[in-house]
């Protein structure tokens, strides 16, 4: 019995010593700090690297916002300088007397006035206003207020521009349209002076050059709130054109686009169907009489 007890005694370890205890107890406090140093500078380093993405995404959202109002301002100068033709030839038109202009002919005026009259509507890329407007998470993390009302504002007035814009080459449409459907209601011997005597494409003729001035303001207009927007968030306005340029510009070396003249052939004729020549003298047979 006494030997039992003392094998299961010698199986117990020893108990630190008193000067023993004290490197146990530092090595211990060692391992904790150094644990704990270590979960300290994982999560710092964590909390580091989601600041830093957090700081990039929120540069490349304000960036794409900032860059989508410069470039419809640019479209809708571009658009303005397009218009300069059909402004002329409108305002060529309607000081030209009606009897000096029936004396052309009827191929050539068409042509005038189909380019007096002659509008594309406006259409914005609608992906970046898209994506800050209808993402909570987008609002969060850009973080300023100000910034994302006054952009906001931005979109609403750029949406407007687009939707009057719009309205008045529809209504353009609708006023040709029913000088062609009809006729019968306007003054003239032939379309084209049917077209010359309508009140409506004449005023809208007019408004051609009021609608050139028109869109040279609302672009002005559109980057006077654009700086607005760029101070409130600390993005200088070379930061916002460099971007703009870039994402414009993106020549890619692909080859060039596929010729639309390289696509058509001739069309068939009754020489070039050999396939269908039993059919040919089907029809010659008909023709003799032959069942």
């Known amino acids: 019995m006494e030997q039992m007890l003392q094998e299961e005694t010698d199986l117990v370890p020893d108990a630190p010593k008193v000067n023993g205890g004290k490197g146990f107890w530092k090595s211990l406090l060692r391992t904790i700090l150094g644990i704990s140093i270590s979960i300290i500078l994982t999560f710092g380093t964590n909390v580091l690297i989601t600041h830093r993405h957090r700081v990039q995404d929120r540069k490349l959202t304000t960036m794409m916002v900032l860059s989508n ?18 402004d002329s030839i409108a305002a060529w038109l309607l000081n030209t007397p009606i009897e000096d202009l029936e004396l052309m002919p009827e191929k050539e005026l068409s042509s005038l006035i189909s380019r007096a009259l002659s509008h594309a509507t406006l259409n914005h890329d609608r992906a970046a206003e898209s994506v800050f407007t209808n993402n909570i998470e987008t609002w969060k993390n850009v973080g300023n207020v100000h910034f994302v009302d006054h952009v906001g504002a931005c979109f609403s007035a750029l949406n407007g521009v687009e939707e009057q814009f719009n309205k008045w080459v529809t209504g353009v449409s609708e006023a040709t349209h029913d000088v062609s459907i009809n006729p019968d209601h306007y003054e003239g011997s032939t379309v084209n002076m049917k077209y010359l005597h309508s009140d409506r494409i004449r005023a809208a003729m007019a408004d051609v050059h009021n609608r050139r001035c028109w869109l040279r303001y609302a672009a002005d207009c559109l980057r006077y709130y654009n700086r607005i927007n760029m101070a409130s968030i600390g993005i200088t306005e070379q930061e916002v054109m460099d971007y703009t340029n ?15 003249e390289q696509y058509y052939t001739d069309p068939f004729t009754l020489d070039s169907l050999p396939s269908m020549t039993r059919y040919s003298a089907r029809i010659e047979e008909l023709k003799a009489g032959k069942p």
């Open 69 to 86: 109002i410069e470039s419809f301002a640019r479209t809708l100068e571009t658009r303005s300088d397009k218009l300069a033709l059909n």
């Open 246 to 260: 870039t994402r414009e510009q993106h020549d890619f070396n692909v080859g060039n686009p596929p010729d639309a």
